[in-house]
């Protein structure tokens, strides 16, 4: 369960970050809304994987309706374009 608590309390940041671990997140708030998290480096990084893997889902979902759209080109024709074959 994630701990909530105002910003003030990093002025024993000892205390907030104890609160921290793989499953918790800490969110600050300040004058009653949440304005920051704290979580571990574990996390943030994780965080970031799925977020490169959600643009590349998308990336790839875009070209394949273009690619549908357009037109496919054939295999040797792209290894070619790539200057992997002659």
Known sequence: MPSIMPIS???????????????????????????????????????????AARALANDLKRAEERANREGWIEADDFDREMGIID
């Open 9 to 51: 309390d990093l002025r024993n940041y000892t205390e907030v970050l104890k609160e921290v671990d793989k499953k918790n997140r800490v969110y600050l708030t300040r004058n009653g809304h949440g304005a920051y998290t704290i979580m571990t480096v574990a996390e943030a990084d994780e965080l970031d994987k799925l977020r």
